[in-house]
């Protein structure tokens, strides 16, 4: 029988110039990981947007494009040294013996399989890219999501012009699916140290390669070798999985409010058994971020696509619950103030959809901030990391004016300033638990308040007993206590 175990242990790593096609959050942070800790390998990443890598390559480190913990150092160490950032896709793909894909694959808006399916486009230009530059052999890694038996569209590309022309003549390709697990605002960590690695593939020397160069700083025994559908489906189903549990506790929370519980007593208590797990048992807001809507989505329509049609409304629960936590907390503070809030002054504490990153995308800031605009509310948005005009962007508002009126009819103002958030507001909406929303002086805070002043708190950031005695009303997300 063929001893995989020995075949491995004769590795010799021949791979000597790494491409990646998409610099964004995953291509960015994982490709500065491995150009550190592969300082003998040349690591070029590049991308079709211009202004991405222009502001990867800016002296000023504030510029990168992805804020993450520990990232502008690895940059600051490797760049210009073996990691690169270009636009020049056509000599960076021909030269490269590996090239990893890690390009958008959002939800599709239009055609078949709209609102559901993975829009494929991009790994189909990579792909195509790779078609027409690649010279040698050449390994292509996936490192987008995808949905199950994308390979074979990558394949089907690539052997279409494999040998198209004369100079085209010796070149060979082997494709294998690496799924990437990194969660942000803890990216480096995730890559530098992961649970797991994922290689799924036919090639058994390219699958060898791709996992010694994994190995130069993750141990053997978590590179798990797998079939390529296996590989492309434990991604999706990982995020299916973490998205469900989310909602899942979430649901909860909504049944603490009005019997009394109290979600985080409760989520310390399912937690502690070790069949459950601590883990990703925070009751919050609703999960925002680019990637769990998009991959149940693409579930739900693998799962139609296949005939599964109780299984795809089994996952689409998961969905539809995390758009109704978004609305009842939205609709929850206007009822608060007996169903108006027109001309109040709302502050909105956090805009990215988790902390220490600066991604907004999906984020449930964006539907409760719509929510509340369309109310008549007056908000003002602090974020720590977040631009005004990013904020801009996903509000789809007129940022022409200083004070910007909302299509909704409401307006909204950015602060970076803590003190001039919480002046003559009538609440603060804390949506993001970012560290220094734990630090606040509530009581200094507290005059600078109108009366009453109220904190909604959907990510368990203050302690409501403190605040009562301050003078605050409070309300937080699951605690039916008060
Ligand atoms: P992103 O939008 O930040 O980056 C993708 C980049 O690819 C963009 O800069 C875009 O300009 C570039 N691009 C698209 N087509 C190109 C082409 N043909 N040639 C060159 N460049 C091209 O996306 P992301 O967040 O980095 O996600 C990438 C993939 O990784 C997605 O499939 C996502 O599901 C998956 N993923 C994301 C995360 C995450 O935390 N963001 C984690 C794990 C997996
Ligand atoms: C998630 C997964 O955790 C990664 O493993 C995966 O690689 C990535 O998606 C992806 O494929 O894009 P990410 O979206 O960056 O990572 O961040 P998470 O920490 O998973 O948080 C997602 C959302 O769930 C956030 O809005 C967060 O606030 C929310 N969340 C998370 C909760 O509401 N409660 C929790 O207990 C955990």
Not at 15 to 22: A, R, T
Not at 31 to 52: F, Q, S, Y
Request: hydrophobic share 40%.
């Amino acid at each position: 029988m063929y001893n995989r175990k020995k075949f491995f242990n004769k590795i010799i790593l021949s791979l000597k110039k790494i491409c990646c096609i998409g610099a964004g959050y995953v291509g960015g942070p994982t490709m500065a990981v491995i150009a550190d800790n592969c300082p003998e390998m040349k690591v070029t990443l590049v991308d079709l947007n211009v202004e991405r890598i222009n502001n990867w390559n800016d002296e000023d480190l504030k510029k990168l494009p992805v804020y993450e913990p520990g990232l502008k150092e690895l940059i600051k160490k490797n760049r210009n040294k073996n990691l690169f950032f270009t636009t020049n896709i056509k000599d960076s793909v021909s030269e490269a013996d590996i090239i990893f894909i890690s390009v958008n694959t959002p939800t599709k808006t239009k055609g078949l399989g709209a609102g559901y399916a993975s829009d494929l486009k991009w790994v189909e230009s990579s792909a195509r890219t790779v078609a027409e530059y690649a010279s040698g052999h050449t390994i292509i890694v996936e490192k987008s999501t995808v949905p199950v038996r994308t390979a074979e569209l990558i394949k089907r590309i690539l052997s279409s012009c494999i040998n198209d022309s004369e100079k085209h003549a010796t070149r060979t390709f082997s494709v294998l699916s690496s799924p990437e697990f990194l969660a942000e605002g803890t990216a480096i960590k995730d890559l530098e140290n992961p649970d797991r690695v994922l290689i799924g593939g036919e090639d058994e020397n390219a699958i060898k390669q791709l996992s010694s160069l994994y190995q130069r700083w993750i141990p053997e025994n978590k590179i798990f070798i797998t079939n390529l559908w296996s590989s492309e489906l434990s991604k999706l189903t990982a995020n299916a999985f973490l998205a469900q549990r989310i909602s899942s506790i979430n649901a909860i929370s909504s049944l603490c409010e009005p019997t009394g519980a109290d979600i985080s007593e409760v989520s310390k208590a399912i937690g502690a058994d070790s069949r459950i797990g601590e883990k990703f048992l925070n009751a919050g807001p609703g999960f925002g971020g680019s990637c769990f809507q998009k991959d149940v989505l693409n579930m739900i329509y693998l799962c139609r696509y296949y005939g599964l049609a109780e299984v795809a409304d089994y996952w689409e629960q998961v969905i539809l619950l995390n758009e109704w936590q978004k609305k009842r907390i939205s609709k929850l503070i206007v009822e608060t103030f007996f169903g108006t809030v027109s001309s109040k002054k709302l502050t909105l504490l956090g805009f990215s959809f988790k902390p220490n990153t600066n991604d907004t995308r999906e984020s449930p800031a964006i539907t409760i901030a719509k929510e509340l605009l369309e109310n008549g509310a007056d908000l003002c948005i602090h974020d720590p990391q977040v631009s005004e005009s990013q904020i801009s962007k996903m509000l789809h508002l007129d940022n022409s004016n200083k004070t910007k009126k909302s299509i909704e009819g409401g307006s909204w103002i950015y602060s970076n300033n803590l003190e001039l958030a919480f002046r003559d507001a009538d609440a603060i909406i804390i949506l993001t638990e970012w560290e220094e929303y734990f630090n606040i002086n509530w009581q200094m805070m507290s005059l600078l308040m109108r009366r009453p002043s109220w904190i909604f708190d959907t990510r368990d950031v203050v302690d409501e007993a403190k605040l009562k005695d301050i003078g605050f009303r409070v309300w937080k997300l699951g605690n039916g206590r008060i």
